[in-house]
C-alpha cells in the first residue's frame, strides 16, 4: 500500500511504558529525518517507579516523574523537535478523538505551482497493556475517514503489532480488533479504574519483548513515511526462539487470457 511522502504527520502514541519508552527515541530520530512538519504527542498518566527501572527506557533520576513528560522533554531536547505530551492516561472518546483530528497547513506538494491546504497524515500507536483501551482504539478507528492504527502486545516471550489502515472511509488493513477478537470482549478496565491492588499486579512481559515489539512498530512506521510504501499488515514474534513472522497484504493476480 502506498503513502504520502510530502503530506505532514501527526503521531499519537498511547502508553509510555514498557514498549512505548522504547519507540520513543526511535521515532523522534526518524521524525528528525524527514524533510517535512511532523508532531508527536505522548500521552500516559504513569509515573516511574523503583521497578520499572529493568525493563524500561528510564533511569533512577526519573523516579517520581510521570513517563510522558520524561521521554518527550528528554528526546525533544536531543533532536530539537517541538513535541507534546498528556500526563494522564486517554480513556474518553472525545478526548481521544480530540488528539487524532488533523491540522491543515498551507505547503508545496508534487503537481502544484503553488501551495496548497494539506491535512496531516494521522498515526496512532497503541503501546497500552490492557484491552478496554484497545477497544476505545478500535472504536475511534472505525469513526476515522482515514487513520492508521498500530498496536504493539506482547507477553513475557511473544507478542504482535497489527497495523489497520482505513482511507476514504473504507477499511485496507484490518485493526487489532478484527484480527484478534478476543480484544473486544471487555474483560479488564481502565487504569484508572484499577483498585491500588489490582494495579499492582501486572501480567509478566521482559525487556526483549518489549525491544522486540518496539522494533517492530518503528519499522512499520518507518517504511510508511521514510519509504512510503507498507505490505505488512501484522507481526507475530517470540523471543525464546528469535523469530519473527510478518502477515503481507495479499495481493490478486489474474491470470492473462491468451489473445
Given at each position: 500500500?502506498?503513502?504520502?511522502?510530502?503530506?505532514?504527520?501527526?503521531?499519537?502514541?498511547?502508553?509510555?511504558?514498557g514498549?512505548?519508552?522504547?519507540?520513543?527515541?526511535?521515532?523522534?530520530?526518524?521524525?528528525?529525518?524527514?524533510?517535512?512538519p511532523?508532531?508527536?504527542i505522548?500521552?500516559?498518566?504513569?509515573?516511574?517507579?523503583?521497578?520499572?527501572?529493568?525493563?524500561?527506557?528510564f533511569?533512577?533520576a526519573?523516579?517520581?516523574e510521570?513517563?510522558?513528560?520524561?521521554l518527550?522533554?528528554?528526546?525533544?531536547a536531543?533532536f530539537?523537535?517541538?513535541t507534546?505530551y498528556?500526563?494522564?492516561f486517554?480513556?474518553?472518546?472525545?478526548?481521544?478523538?480530540s488528539?487524532?483530528?488533523?491540522?491543515?497547513?498551507?505547503?508545496?506538494?508534487?503537481?502544484?505551482?503553488?501551495?496548497?491546504?494539506v491535512?496531516?497524515?494521522?498515526?496512532l500507536?497503541?503501546?497500552?497493556?490492557n484491552?478496554?483501551?484497545?477497544?476505545?482504539?478500535h472504536?475511534m478507528?472505525?469513526?476515522a475517514?482515514?487513520l492508521?492504527?498500530?498496536?504493539?502486545?506482547?507477553?513475557?516471550?511473544t507478542?504482535q503489532?497489527v497495523?489497520?489502515?482505513?482511507?476514504?472511509?473504507?477499511?485496507y488493513?484490518?485493526?487489532?480488533?478484527?484480527?484478534?477478537?478476543?480484544?473486544?470482549?471487555e474483560?479488564d478496565?481502565?487504569?484508572t479504574?484499577?483498585?491500588?491492588a489490582?494495579?499492582?499486579?501486572?501480567?509478566?512481559?521482559?525487556?526483549?519483548?518489549?525491544?522486540t515489539?518496539?522494533?517492530?512498530v518503528?519499522?512499520?512506521v518507518?517504511?510508511?513515511?521514510?519509504?512510503?510504501s507498507?505490505?505488512?499488515r501484522?507481526?507475530?514474534?517470540?523471543?525464546?526462539?528469535?523469530?519473527?513472522?510478518?502477515?503481507?497484504?495479499?495481493?490478486?493476480?489474474?491470470?492473462k487470457?491468451?489473445?
Amino acid at each position: 500500500m502506498k503513502f504520502s511522502m510530502t503530506r505532514p504527520v501527526k503521531i499519537v502514541m498511547l502508553g509510555a511504558g514498557g514498549t512505548g519508552g522504547h519507540i520513543a527515541p526511535h521515532l523522534y530520530r526518524l521524525l528528525y529525518s524527514l524533510k517535512r512538519p511532523v508532531r508527536f504527542i505522548l500521552c500516559d498518566g504513569d509515573v516511574v517507579e523503583e521497578k520499572n527501572l529493568v525493563r524500561q527506557n528510564f533511569t533512577p533520576a526519573d523516579l517520581g516523574e510521570n513517563k510522558a513528560k520524561v521521554l518527550a522533554e528528554r528526546y525533544s531536547a536531543v533532536f530539537g523537535l517541538e513535541t507534546e505530551y498528556v500526563p494522564s492516561f486517554v480513556e474518553d472518546e472525545d478526548q481521544l478523538g480530540s488528539l487524532l483530528e488533523p491540522g491543515y497547513l498551507w505547503m508545496r506538494q508534487p503537481g502544484h505551482a503553488y501551495n496548497v491546504r494539506v491535512s496531516e497524515l494521522v498515526i496512532l500507536i497503541g503501546a497500552v497493556d490492557n484491552n478496554k483501551s484497545r477497544q476505545l482504539c478500535h472504536r475511534m478507528f472505525y469513526r476515522a475517514t482515514e487513520l492508521i492504527y498500530i498496536d504493539s502486545g506482547n507477553g513475557e516471550f511473544t507478542g504482535q503489532v497489527v497495523c489497520g489502515v482505513r482511507r476514504g472511509g473504507k477499511t485496507y488493513y484490518p485493526p487489532i480488533g478484527i484480527v484478534y477478537p478476543d480484544v473486544l470482549v471487555e474483560t479488564d478496565k481502565f487504569p484508572t479504574e484499577l483498585s491500588c491492588a489490582e494495579a499492582s499486579v501486572s501480567a509478566p512481559q521482559s525487556m526483549a519483548a518489549n525491544i522486540t515489539a518496539a522494533t517492530i512498530v518503528v519499522d512499520m512506521v518507518y517504511n510508511i513515511l521514510a519509504t512510503g510504501s507498507s505490505t505488512v499488515r501484522k507481526v507475530t514474534f517470540s523471543t525464546q526462539t528469535v523469530n519473527v513472522r510478518p502477515e503481507l497484504q495479499k495481493t490478486s493476480t489474474r491470470r492473462k487470457q491468451a489473445a
